[in-house]
T-cell receptor
Framework: GDSVTQMEGPVTLSEEAFLTINCTYT??????LFWYVQYPGEGLQLLLK?????DKGSNKGFEATYRKETTSFHLEKGSVQVSDSAVYFC???????????FGPGTRLSVLP | DAGITQSPRYKITETGRQVTLMCHQT?????MFWYRQDLGHGLRLIYY???????DKGEVPDGYVVSRSKTENFPLTLESATRSQTSVYFC????????????FGEGSRLTVL
Protein backbone atom coordinates (compact mmCIF):
# COMPACT_ATOMS: atom_id res chain seq x y z
CA GLY A 1 0.00 0.00 0.00
CA ASP A 2 0.87 3.65 -0.10
CA SER A 3 3.30 4.94 2.52
CA VAL A 4 5.22 8.06 3.57
CA THR A 5 8.58 8.11 5.30
CA GLN A 6 10.06 11.21 6.89
CA MET A 7 12.85 11.98 9.33
CA GLU A 8 11.34 11.87 12.80
CA GLY A 9 13.59 14.26 14.63
CA PRO A 10 13.42 16.10 16.84
CA VAL A 11 15.26 18.72 14.86
CA THR A 12 16.74 21.62 16.78
CA LEU A 13 18.06 24.66 14.92
CA SER A 14 19.18 28.16 15.74
CA GLU A 15 17.20 31.08 14.40
CA GLU A 16 18.10 31.94 10.77
CA ALA A 17 19.47 28.46 10.08
CA PHE A 18 18.60 26.51 6.91
CA LEU A 19 15.97 23.81 7.30
CA THR A 20 15.52 20.58 5.38
CA ILE A 21 13.08 17.87 6.39
CA ASN A 22 13.28 14.83 4.15
CA CYS A 23 10.17 13.04 2.92
CA THR A 24 9.92 10.08 0.57
CA TYR A 25 6.85 8.19 -0.52
CA THR A 26 5.66 4.95 -2.05
CA UNK A 27 2.45 5.10 -4.03
CA UNK A 28 0.71 3.77 -7.09
CA UNK A 29 -0.48 6.15 -9.74
CA UNK A 30 -0.08 9.89 -9.40
CA UNK A 31 -0.64 11.04 -5.84
CA UNK A 32 -0.84 14.62 -4.63
CA LEU A 33 1.71 15.54 -1.97
CA PHE A 34 1.29 17.79 1.05
CA TRP A 35 3.10 19.28 4.00
CA TYR A 36 1.02 20.01 7.07
CA VAL A 37 2.10 21.91 10.17
CA GLN A 38 0.79 21.46 13.70
CA TYR A 39 1.44 24.16 16.29
CA PRO A 40 1.14 23.23 19.98
CA GLY A 41 -2.44 22.56 21.03
CA GLU A 42 -3.83 23.02 17.53
CA GLY A 43 -5.02 20.93 14.63
CA LEU A 44 -3.06 20.33 11.45
CA GLN A 45 -2.95 23.12 8.90
CA LEU A 46 -1.99 22.81 5.27
CA LEU A 47 1.41 24.41 4.70
CA LEU A 48 1.85 23.67 0.99
CA LYS A 49 0.99 21.14 -1.66
CA UNK A 50 1.98 19.89 -5.11
CA UNK A 51 -0.30 17.93 -7.37
CA UNK A 52 1.96 16.70 -10.17
CA UNK A 53 5.59 15.92 -10.91
CA UNK A 54 8.01 18.88 -10.87
CA ASP A 55 5.44 21.16 -9.21
CA LYS A 56 6.84 23.34 -6.45
CA GLY A 57 4.64 24.21 -3.52
CA SER A 58 5.51 27.27 -1.46
CA ASN A 59 4.12 29.20 1.47
CA LYS A 60 5.50 31.37 4.31
CA GLY A 61 9.06 30.90 3.03
CA PHE A 62 8.77 27.12 2.93
CA GLU A 63 9.20 25.21 -0.33
CA ALA A 64 8.97 21.62 -1.54
CA THR A 65 9.29 20.15 -5.03
CA TYR A 66 7.48 17.03 -6.21
CA ARG A 67 10.24 14.73 -7.50
CA LYS A 68 8.74 11.69 -9.14
CA GLU A 69 12.09 10.21 -10.17
CA THR A 70 13.26 10.07 -6.55
CA THR A 71 9.75 9.80 -5.03
CA SER A 72 10.57 12.67 -2.71
CA PHE A 73 8.99 15.89 -1.42
CA HIS A 74 11.59 17.47 0.86
CA LEU A 75 10.61 20.55 2.85
CA GLU A 76 13.06 23.48 2.91
CA LYS A 77 13.25 26.94 4.37
CA GLY A 78 16.19 29.26 4.00
CA SER A 79 16.00 31.01 7.36
CA VAL A 80 13.88 29.62 10.18
CA GLN A 81 12.31 31.66 12.94
CA VAL A 82 11.35 30.78 16.50
CA SER A 83 7.71 30.94 15.39
CA ASP A 84 8.35 28.00 13.01
CA SER A 85 8.69 25.65 15.99
CA ALA A 86 6.03 22.99 15.37
CA VAL A 87 5.50 19.45 14.15
CA TYR A 88 5.60 18.98 10.38
CA PHE A 89 3.82 16.14 8.60
CA CYS A 90 4.40 14.96 5.05
CA UNK A 91 1.36 13.35 3.45
CA UNK A 92 0.01 12.04 0.17
CA UNK A 93 -3.45 11.72 -1.28
CA UNK A 94 -4.48 9.02 -3.69
CA UNK A 95 -7.62 7.41 -5.01
CA UNK A 96 -9.54 10.63 -5.54
CA UNK A 97 -9.03 12.02 -2.08
CA UNK A 98 -10.35 9.13 -0.07
CA UNK A 99 -6.95 7.80 0.90
CA UNK A 100 -4.66 10.17 2.79
CA UNK A 101 -1.43 8.74 4.16
CA PHE A 102 0.68 10.64 6.69
CA GLY A 103 4.27 10.37 7.75
CA PRO A 104 5.07 10.15 11.48
CA GLY A 105 5.77 13.87 11.83
CA THR A 106 8.98 15.79 12.54
CA ARG A 107 9.21 18.03 15.58
CA LEU A 108 11.16 21.22 14.89
CA SER A 109 12.45 23.45 17.66
CA VAL A 110 14.04 26.77 16.73
CA LEU A 111 16.12 28.46 19.42
CA PRO A 112 16.65 32.24 19.58
CA ASP B 1 -18.05 31.13 10.38
CA ALA B 2 -17.33 28.49 7.77
CA GLY B 3 -15.08 25.64 8.78
CA ILE B 4 -14.91 22.42 10.68
CA THR B 5 -15.68 22.40 14.38
CA GLN B 6 -15.30 19.73 17.02
CA SER B 7 -16.91 19.44 20.42
CA PRO B 8 -16.12 19.06 23.17
CA ARG B 9 -12.54 20.27 22.98
CA TYR B 10 -11.72 18.56 26.27
CA LYS B 11 -13.42 15.62 27.94
CA ILE B 12 -12.63 13.53 30.98
CA THR B 13 -14.60 10.34 31.45
CA GLU B 14 -14.40 7.03 33.24
CA THR B 15 -13.79 3.54 31.95
CA GLY B 16 -16.97 1.93 30.63
CA ARG B 17 -18.87 5.13 29.94
CA GLN B 18 -20.18 6.08 26.52
CA VAL B 19 -18.70 9.20 24.96
CA THR B 20 -19.64 10.97 21.74
CA LEU B 21 -17.35 13.41 19.99
CA MET B 22 -19.09 15.74 17.57
CA CYS B 23 -17.83 17.05 14.25
CA HIS B 24 -19.55 19.61 12.04
CA GLN B 25 -18.41 21.09 8.73
CA THR B 26 -19.96 23.92 6.77
CA UNK B 27 -18.36 23.33 3.36
CA UNK B 28 -20.57 20.41 2.24
CA UNK B 29 -17.45 18.33 1.65
CA UNK B 30 -18.22 14.78 0.59
CA UNK B 31 -15.55 13.08 2.66
CA MET B 32 -15.11 13.17 6.41
CA PHE B 33 -12.54 11.41 8.55
CA TRP B 34 -11.75 10.65 12.17
CA TYR B 35 -8.12 10.30 13.27
CA ARG B 36 -6.50 9.75 16.61
CA GLN B 37 -3.09 11.15 17.45
CA ASP B 38 -0.88 9.46 19.99
CA LEU B 39 2.75 9.97 20.87
CA GLY B 40 4.81 7.44 18.97
CA HIS B 41 2.00 6.49 16.60
CA GLY B 42 1.42 9.67 14.64
CA LEU B 43 -2.01 10.02 13.04
CA ARG B 44 -4.11 6.89 12.70
CA LEU B 45 -7.37 6.72 10.76
CA ILE B 46 -10.33 5.38 12.74
CA TYR B 47 -13.24 5.71 10.29
CA TYR B 48 -14.08 7.67 7.20
CA UNK B 49 -17.18 8.51 5.24
CA UNK B 50 -17.55 9.17 1.52
CA UNK B 51 -21.06 10.62 1.78
CA UNK B 52 -24.13 10.60 3.99
CA UNK B 53 -24.98 7.06 5.09
CA UNK B 54 -21.68 5.67 3.71
CA UNK B 55 -18.96 4.88 6.25
CA ASP B 56 -15.96 2.59 6.26
CA LYS B 57 -13.33 1.38 8.68
CA GLY B 58 -9.85 2.79 8.83
CA GLU B 59 -6.74 1.45 10.48
CA VAL B 60 -7.96 1.34 14.11
CA PRO B 61 -11.80 1.06 14.21
CA ASP B 62 -12.25 -1.31 17.16
CA GLY B 63 -14.20 0.24 20.04
CA TYR B 64 -15.60 3.07 17.94
CA VAL B 65 -18.88 3.67 16.13
CA VAL B 66 -19.69 6.38 13.59
CA SER B 67 -22.75 7.56 11.77
CA ARG B 68 -23.41 10.12 9.07
CA SER B 69 -27.08 10.88 8.64
CA LYS B 70 -26.33 14.38 7.33
CA THR B 71 -23.47 15.50 5.11
CA GLU B 72 -22.29 18.10 7.58
CA ASN B 73 -22.11 15.95 10.72
CA PHE B 74 -19.92 12.99 11.54
CA PRO B 75 -20.08 12.00 15.22
CA LEU B 76 -17.69 9.47 16.73
CA THR B 77 -18.95 7.33 19.63
CA LEU B 78 -16.92 5.33 22.07
CA GLU B 79 -19.54 2.86 23.29
CA SER B 80 -17.59 1.73 26.36
CA ALA B 81 -14.50 3.85 26.85
CA THR B 82 -11.19 2.24 27.80
CA ARG B 83 -7.98 3.82 29.03
CA SER B 84 -6.27 2.96 25.76
CA GLN B 85 -8.68 5.35 24.05
CA THR B 86 -7.14 8.29 25.87
CA SER B 87 -5.95 10.38 22.94
CA VAL B 88 -6.42 13.50 20.88
CA TYR B 89 -9.07 13.01 18.22
CA PHE B 90 -9.15 14.98 14.99
CA CYS B 91 -12.00 15.27 12.57
CA UNK B 92 -11.21 16.24 8.99
CA UNK B 93 -13.04 16.81 5.72
CA UNK B 94 -12.12 16.76 2.04
CA UNK B 95 -13.79 17.43 -1.29
CA UNK B 96 -12.97 14.04 -2.82
CA UNK B 97 -10.82 15.57 -5.53
CA UNK B 98 -7.47 13.87 -6.05
CA UNK B 99 -5.73 17.23 -5.72
CA UNK B 100 -7.67 18.47 -2.74
CA UNK B 101 -6.37 18.62 0.77
CA UNK B 102 -7.71 17.60 4.15
CA UNK B 103 -9.14 20.28 6.40
CA PHE B 104 -8.75 19.54 10.11
CA GLY B 105 -10.70 20.54 13.15
CA GLU B 106 -8.92 21.76 16.27
CA GLY B 107 -9.09 18.41 17.99
CA SER B 108 -10.82 16.87 21.01
CA ARG B 109 -8.61 15.81 23.88
CA LEU B 110 -10.17 12.79 25.63
CA THR B 111 -8.93 11.37 28.91
CA VAL B 112 -10.35 8.06 30.14
CA LEU B 113 -9.70 7.40 33.83
Amino acid sequence: GDSVTQMEGPVTLSEEAFLTINCTYTATGYPSLFWYVQYPGEGLQLLLKATKADDKGSNKGFEATYRKETTSFHLEKGSVQVSDSAVYFCALSNNYGQNFVFGPGTRLSVLP
Amino acid sequence: DAGITQSPRYKITETGRQVTLMCHQTWSHSYMFWYRQDLGHGLRLIYYSAAADITDKGEVPDGYVVSRSKTENFPLTLESATRSQTSVYFCASATGSNTGELFFGEGSRLTVL
